[in-house]
């Protein structure tokens, strides 16, 4: 993918850059001649990053403050130049269940994953709608298909990022702006390290990264990986919920 990828693109803002999943994506834009500007909280995470790569602009922000994304929207259009491709990816995630179930804890996990990507869009879309043109590309998970156990805060949010492209995809598409759902299985990053239950099928971020920019290069609409993980998730997506309820269960007991 490496020096493939300039030909879509000139300007990408990855949110979530300073680590995982984003940190890869900005790195292998940013060696295929992309401009990139990486977003997170962490400063020196980015200053880092940047320092890696002369493509590469730390954008520190935090994806709670609608005003912290409408900045940064400006100050990368002014620098940078029109975004051509916006990938919305900071996330947090907890393991937590109706047993330890924190209404704050979930609402913070919603803030960061759905009203992260809320508040990057509104500068988007105005943007994009008047230059009838740009991709934004929303990453979910496949968490998101279906309610999960112990995924009370994440899974719900990530249902609704799911929701959400779909509805852009309708809306955005008529005014010339591409949309894409990412949908990852299991990826070794800063995220998962944390998890104690069984990760089939994880792969690195590397490859995550460069599955999605393979995605986002064909302007697929759904990109989910790996498909060993994928096919059976989206089979049980479409179960009856007692057939359901009876896997998950099950599946809950190894957790
Ligand atoms: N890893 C997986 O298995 C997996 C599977 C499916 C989906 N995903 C999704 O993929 C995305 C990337 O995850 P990852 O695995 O790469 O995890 P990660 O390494 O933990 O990266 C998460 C990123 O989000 C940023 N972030 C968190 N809160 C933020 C905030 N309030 N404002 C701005 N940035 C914030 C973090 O940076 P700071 O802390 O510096 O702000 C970090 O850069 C997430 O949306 C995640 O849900 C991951």
């Known amino acids: 993918m490496d020096g493939n990828v300039s030909a879509r693109w000139k300007t990408v803002w990855i949110t979530g850059a300073s680590t995982g999943i984003g940190r890869e994506l900005s790195l292998q834009l940013a060696r295929g001649g992309v401009r990139v500007a990486a977003s997170a909280r962490s400063r020196e995470k980015l200053e880092a990053l940047a320092a890696e790569h002369a493509n590469i602009t730390a954008v520190p922000l935090d994806v709670t403050i609608a005003a912290d994304a409408a900045a940064a929207h400006a100050r990368i259009s002014a620098e940078l130049g029109p975004i051509d491709l916006a990938v919305l990816n900071a996330g947090v995630w907890d393991q937590m269940g109706a047993d330890n179930y924190d209404a704050a804890q979930a609402m913070r996990t919603m803030a960061v994953n759905y009203g992260g990507a809320a508040n990057a869009l509104a500068p988007l879309l105005t943007d994009?709608?008047?230059?009838?043109?740009?991709?934004?590309?929303?990453?979910?998970?496949?968490?998101?298909?279906?309610?999960?156990?112990k995924s009370i805060g994440y899974a719900p949010?990530?249902?609704?990022?799911?929701?959400?492209?779909?509805?852009?995809?309708?809306?955005?598409?008529?005014?010339?702006?591409?949309?894409?759902?990412?949908?990852?299985?299991?990826?070794?990053?800063?995220?998962?390290?944390?998890?104690?239950?069984?990760?089939?099928?994880?792969?690195?971020?590397?490859?995550?990264?460069?599955?999605?920019?393979?995605?986002?290069?064909?302007?697929?609409?759904?990109?989910?990986?790996?498909?060993?993980?994928?096919?059976?998730?989206?089979?049980?997506?479409?179960?009856?919920?007692?057939?359901?309820?009876?896997?998950?269960?099950?599946?809950?007991?190894?957790?």
């Open 157 to 255: 949010s990530k249902a609704a990022l799911i929701s959400l492209a779909e509805v852009l995809r309708l809306d955005a598409a008529p005014q010339g702006i591409t949309v894409s759902l990412i949908n990852p299985g299991f990826v070794d990053t800063p995220m998962t390290a944390v998890n104690k239950f069984p990760m089939p099928f994880m792969i690195t971020a590397e490859d995550a990264a460069a599955r999605i920019l393979r995605g986002l290069e064909r302007q697929k609409f759904e990109i989910v990986f790996p498909w060993s993980l994928a096919l059976p998730l989206k089979i049980l997506r479409a179960l009856p919920y007692p057939a359901w309820f009876a896997l998950a269960r099950r599946l809950s007991g190894k957790m």
């Open 128 to 149: 994009m709608r008047a230059r009838r043109s740009g991709h934004i590309a929303i990453v979910a998970s496949v968490a998101g298909y279906r309610g999960l156990p």
